[in-house]
């Protein structure tokens, strides 16, 4: 794509590297140069600085369930500003969204908010160690639960660190993460019931809990088993530990979260993206036994735990309506969108010719470059070669008019219709066979 159509982005990315390291505020949003600018958006579309619109499937990483600018959203968060951003008081409007989330959820008897989904996994973490005494957790190979130490362990191991599938090695993410933080991280792969209990099982009495994203993005966007989220239920009951699950993705799956579909029910859940309407959010709900750990009592405070700008009513006030927003008629409706957004890239790789795959559920889908859909971390693994290969096609879905995660995920907004699932299809199928072409 040729160089001037990117104007005023490729400016604004030469100023951006002299102040900011490597030009940006998030590495997610790095891939080719140069960096695209937002001008605006406004429901399921955005525009550039140099005025190319674009059908947004990224949604600022999934984080935006009615796309931009929703009229309601806008109209309470407007009425909120005038009235103060944040206050060294409590406000109705935590007390009102509280209500509305623990409504959602026979697994939330009570919540605490936060304001990112890292601050979300690490209070669930915490909490979990405060409740049980002990200090290490056990997570999925590969997964993503953003930038707290002990939930980066194994974040995105190569092979030659990874060590054996049936006992993989605690990978630091960067150089100089403590001994002591990878000691504490135990790892199991997903989906394999029986080898994740035979790696529990060597640290018995010493984990805290375990942390499962249910359908894990970095890990293939494949929906956990029920058979593997009960083994692990029925694991940490057995051996007085918490199940925590990570549903700062997720969460949009059903009005109470993807978990609403498993037999198992977790202690414990952490939360962001969708909840904040649009702003910075975070939150752990969970069942009243285990919350009492942040609440004061004659024995004092388990886990003191505070946040300056933590149930802010900006925060709150956007968060609640867009949960309102997004009942069980939404979530339903959004969630036969996805469906057909699968079906409609399966038809496109095939028409494509192309090697490649699709996988996720309900809003969400992830395109894979390799045939056969992966099962877990190693599959999912993208050689050097491989990556190339979908960094051309990403190129080719934004010349396209389609915004796409780098991962080639996408997850979908409530602004959409199926006039956008034919456009994803087209550009997907163009692109794909394009990329496919050079070597
Ligand atoms: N957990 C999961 C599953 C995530 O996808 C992310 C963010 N991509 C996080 C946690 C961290 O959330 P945040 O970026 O809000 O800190």
């Known amino acids: 794509m040729g160089e001037n159509i990117h104007r005023r982005s490729a400016d604004l990315f030469g100023r951006a590297s002299r102040v900011l390291p490597g030009g940006v505020s998030r590495n997610t949003l790095l891939r080719a140069t140069p960096l695209l600018y937002a001008r605006q958006g406004s429901g399921c579309q955005v525009v550039d600085v140099d005025g190319v619109e674009r059908i947004d499937f990224a949604n600022n990483m999934a984080s935006l369930i009615h796309g931009h600018a929703h009229p309601a959203i806008v109209g309470a968060v407007t009425a909120q500003l005038k009235l103060g951003t944040a206050f060294t008081m409590a406000t109705e409007a935590e007390l009102l969204y509280a209500e509305n989330l623990c409504g959602r959820s026979p697994n939330f008897d009570k919540v605490r908010f936060v304001n990112s989904g890292t601050e979300a996994v690490m209070t669930a973490l915490k909490a979990a160690r405060a409740f049980t005494g002990r200090a290490k957790i056990a997570k999925i190979e590969g997964a ?251 190129d080719g879905v934004y010349d396209g008019g389609i915004m796409m995660l780098n991962t080639a995920a996408g997850a979908l907004s409530t602004a959409m219709g199926p006039p956008e699932i034919d456009r994803l299809a087209e550009v997907v199928e163009d692109s794909l066979r394009e990329s496919a072409g050079h070597h």
């Open 144 to 394: 993503y639960h953003g930038t707290y130490d002990y939930a980066e362990a194994s974040q995105s191991p190569t092979p030659d660190a990874w060590g054996r599938s049936d006992n993989p090695n605690s990978v630091p993410l960067a150089k100089g993460t403590p001994e002591g933080v990878l000691a504490d991280v135990v790892i199991i792969p997903f989906n394999d019931p029986d080898t994740a209990v035979a790696i529990l099982d060597q640290h018995r009495k010493d984990i805290a809990g375990v942390l499962l994203d249910l359908m894990p993005h970095r890990v293939g966007l494949i929906p956990a088993s029920d058979v593997f989220v009960s083994t692990l239920r029925d694991w940490t009951r057995d051996n007085d530990a918490l199940l925590i699950v990570d549903e700062v993705i997720t969460f949009r799956e059903e009005v109470g979260g993807m978990q609403a579909r498993f037999t198992a029910r977790p202690d414990l859940t952490a939360m962001a993206k969708i909840i904040g309407g649009g702003f910075p959010v975070g939150a752990v709900a969970g069942r009243d036994e285990v919350m009492s750990v942040f609440a004061r009592t004659e024995h004092g405070i388990r886990l003191p735990h505070s946040g300056t700008f933590s149930a802010n009513p900006v925060t709150m006030t956007a968060g609640r309506v867009a949960m309102e927003l997004y009942d069980q008629t939404a979530v339903e409706r959004l969630n036969q969108l996805g469906d057909l957004a699968r079906r409609r890239i399966s038809e496109a790789i095939a028409l494509s010719g192309a090697s490649a795959s699709v996988t996720g559920s309900g809003s969400l889908f992830r395109i894979h470059m390799q045939a056969t859909p992966p099962v877990d971390y190693r599959s999912a693994y993208q050689d050097r070669d491989t990556v190339k290969r979908l960094n051309r096609f990403i």
